[in-house]
């Protein structure tokens, strides 16, 4: 399915949920779309990666996104010292349920960064869509009006 997905063009569309502290002090964080060379991202800021929730991942996936990165501080470094902790199990488990439903645990992921740029940010997203994009479109994508297209309805 990589050939085909790669043939077709197929860009993903990427999620970035990123804690504010793990961004560099000069960066404002911002939530935004940016179409980058082979894949869009959607970044989204956190106060703390703690609240991302299992559920929040798995609405992501079902409402279109192609992959989530999850972006957290590094072991030691939160600054609500368990946060990032809480979001790698809470995205492990849902791997496990992609995986477990054979829809593809690498559709999520989760970094444990610190101190990125823009740039550094960006990158994680382009690691992700690389990840994904062999898997091909997310199945669950519906159409631009928020419909189940008549394929995905079974039509």
């Known amino acids: 399915m990589s050939e085909q997905a790669a043939e077709n063009g197929f860009e993903p569309d990427i999620v970035l949920l990123f804690c504010q502290h793990c961004i560099s002090k000069d960066v404002d964080p911002v939530d935004s ?3 980058m060379p082979g894949f869009t991202a959607r970044n989204v800021v956190m106060p703390c990666s703690s609240k991302v929730e299992s559920r929040q991942l798995v609405k992501l996936l079902e409402k279109g996104a192609d992959g989530v990165q999850v972006v957290a501080c590094p072991d030691g470094s939160c600054g609500f010292l368990v946060g990032s902790n809480r979001a790698e199990r809470r995205v492990d488990y849902v791997r496990g349920i992609l995986e477990e439903i054979d829809f ?3 559709r999520v992921g989760i970094a444990r ?3 990125l740029d823009e740039e550094n940010l960006l990158a994680l997203g382009a690691a992700r869509a690389d990840k994904v994009r062999p898997l091909g479109p997310n199945p669950m994508k519906t159409s631009s009006n928020g419909t ?3 394929e995905e309805a079974g039509e």
């Open 33 to 35: 779309i940016r179409k």
């Open 104 to 106: 593809g645990p690498e």
């Open 113 to 115: 960064e610190t101190g």
């Open 148 to 150: 189940e297209t008549s």
